[in-house]
Nanobody, 123 residues
Framework: QVQLVESGGGLQQAGESLRLSCAAS????????MGWYRQAPGKQRELVAT???????NYGDDVKGRFTISRDNAKKTVNLQMNSLKPEDTALYYC?????????????????WGQGTQVTVSS
């Protein structure tokens, strides 16, 4: 059973920083792209950042220059360092990973999601 567990959310003031972490566990053969998405009330889920296993990162326009994504392939973790937070960063943040497992004598790759961690930024 593959799981993604996020941690590190909370309440922070504008201009401050928060760090989110996500750990993958279970019978995992390999992990491809990992990333973070967010969803604010009344809005669609949107890309925050993604990173491949070689460390190449991609960011949403709203967070470029403020957020940094990183990963540890050995520990199966992905982190999001969020600096210069703004009230509009308030959202439920979800970890996402494309994970390959070996089941029923075949490899299967699926996208997995964490349960979400709340980030609230006050002005």
């Amino acid at each position: 059973q593959v799981q993604l567990v996020e941690s590190g959310g909370g309440l922070q003031q504008a201009g401050e920083s928060l760090r989110l972490s996500c750990a993958a566990s279970g019978e995992i053969s390999s992990i491809g792209i990992m990333g973070w998405y967010r969803q604010a009330p009344g809005k669609q889920r949107e890309l925050v950042a993604t990173i491949n296993k070689f460390g190449a990162a991609n960011y949403g326009d709203d967070v470029k220059g403020r957020f940094t994504i990183s990963r540890d392939n050995a520990k199966k973790t992905v982190n999001l360092q969020m600096n210069s937070l703004k009230p509009e960063d308030t959202a439920l943040y979800y970890c996402n990973a494309h994970i390959t497992t070996y089941q029923d004598m075949r490899y299967r790759t699926s996208a997995y999601w964490g349960q979400g961690t709340q980030v609230t930024v006050s002005s």
